[in-house]
């Protein structure tokens, strides 16, 4: 790939980002008080932000790899690799708990930072060493000759 | 927007864990992905948001443990609110929408008895 292309596909995924970011902040879910209140069943609109960008992904995910060749960036499209295994429901059920716990997801840790919400560090702190232990104890699973998904 | 957090690791962990393909060749990406969101809030903040910077009245612990147990979560569950909750869903995976419904109940059932227990914020 050339550099120039490079820089074309890094902007690409920066301004989908944006998006993402902006969107996040918009709506109200970089507030960590807004989701607590969504868990407490007190104020609806997570659902609504969830179900619209479901809504969204949903069409562009059906309509653009039938009309489209390959996407903006990479070469061939690719969908989630959600698998049907006890770590995808063990591993939600713990991710459950700590959203509860901070009322923060990995995505709205990002967006916050950005709207000048320091204490946001705190979740990323989490994030990382959570996410580094996650993969420590995948590995070690692994070398006992139990290989799977990191 | 979980697996920037795995991905980011192979910079520094020569971990052999960290060091897959899958990692090194998305690490870049998710990173400019995951600087966008801080762009895109940012931009939302200067143009539409308050004049004083956002904060919240969650304490430190309750944000750096529920980070943690999170992080562990996603990155074991292979996803988040975003990846299994939009991008899982949207691809109409069943292990992603059952995902979902998992993580909403033990979210649900933790804020709750945290309100429960006079920790409402």
Same mark, same amino acid.
């Given at each position: 790939?050339?550099?120039?292309?490079?820089?074309?596909?890094?902007?690409?995924?920066?301004?989908?980002?944006?998006?993402?970011?902006?969107?996040?902040?918009?709506?109200?879910?970089?507030?960590?008080?807004?989701?607590?209140?969504?868990l407490q069943f007190h104020d609806w609109g997570l659902m609504l932000v969830m179900g619209g960008a479901f809504t969204v992904a949903l069409?562009?995910?059906?309509?653009?790899?039938?009309?489209?060749?390959?996407?903006?960036? +990479?070469?061939?499209?690719?969908?989630? +690799?959600?698998?049907?295994?006890?770590? +995808?429901?063990?591993?939600?059920?713990?991710?459950?708990?700590? %959203?509860?716990?901070?009322?923060?997801?990995?995505?709205?840790?990002?967006?916050?930072?950005?709207?000048?919400?320091?204490?946001?560090? %705190?979740?990323?702190?989490?994030l990382a060493a959570g996410a580094w232990l996650q993969g420590a104890l995948a590995a070690d699973a692994s070398a006992n000759g139990a290989?799977?998904?990191? | 927007?979980?697996?920037?957090?795995?991905?980011?690791?192979?910079?520094?962990?020569?971990?052999?864990?960290? *060091? *897959?393909?899958?990692?090194? *060749?998305?690490?870049?990406?998710?990173? *400019?992905?995951?600087?966008?969101?801080? $762009?895109?809030?940012?931009?939302?903040?200067?143009?539409?948001?308050?004049?004083?910077?956002?904060?919240?009245?969650?304490?430190?612990?309750?944000?750096?443990?529920?980070?943690?147990?999170?992080?562990?979560?996603?990155?074991?569950?292979?996803?988040?609110?975003?990846?299994?909750?939009?991008?899982?869903?949207?691809?109409?995976?069943?292990?992603?929408?059952?995902?979902?419904?998992? $993580?909403?109940?033990?979210?649900?059932?933790?804020a709750q008895l945290l309100a429960a227990v006079g920790a409402a914020v």
């Amino acid at each position: 790939m050339t550099r120039s292309g490079d820089l074309q596909d890094s902007l690409i995924v920066m301004v989908s980002g944006g998006l993402f970011g902006f969107g996040l902040a918009l709506s109200g879910m970089i507030r960590p008080e807004v989701v607590l209140s969504f868990l407490q069943f007190h104020d609806w609109g997570l659902m609504l932000v969830m179900g619209g960008a479901f809504t969204v992904a949903l069409v562009a995910y059906q309509v653009f790899p039938r009309v489209r060749g390959a996407p903006l960036v +990479t070469s061939g499209f690719e969908s989630h +690799t959600a698998q049907m295994a006890p770590e +995808t429901f063990v591993g939600s059920a713990l991710f459950g708990v700590g %959203w509860g716990l901070s009322g923060v997801c990995p995505g709205s840790a990002i967006a916050g930072l950005g709207a000048g919400n320091v204490q946001m560090l %705190w979740v990323l702190l989490g994030l990382a060493a959570g996410a580094w232990l996650q993969g420590a104890l995948a590995a070690d699973a692994s070398a006992n000759g139990a290989p799977r998904e990191g | 927007m979980s697996s920037v957090f795995t991905s980011t690791w192979s910079y520094v962990s020569a971990r052999p864990v960290f *060091q *897959q393909p899958r990692w090194l *060749q998305t690490r870049r990406w998710r990173l *400019q992905l995951a600087l966008g969101l801080v $762009f895109g809030a940012a931009l939302w903040w200067l143009t539409l948001g308050p004049e004083k910077v956002l904060s919240t009245g969650v304490p430190a612990w309750r944000l750096l443990l529920g980070g943690a147990v999170a992080g562990y979560g996603a990155r074991l569950a292979g996803g988040c609110t975003s990846g299994h909750g939009i991008c899982g869903m949207a691809s109409l995976k069943l292990p992603s929408l059952l995902a979902v419904l998992t $993580f909403m109940a033990t979210g649900f059932v933790t804020a709750q008895l945290l309100a429960a227990v006079g920790a409402a914020v």
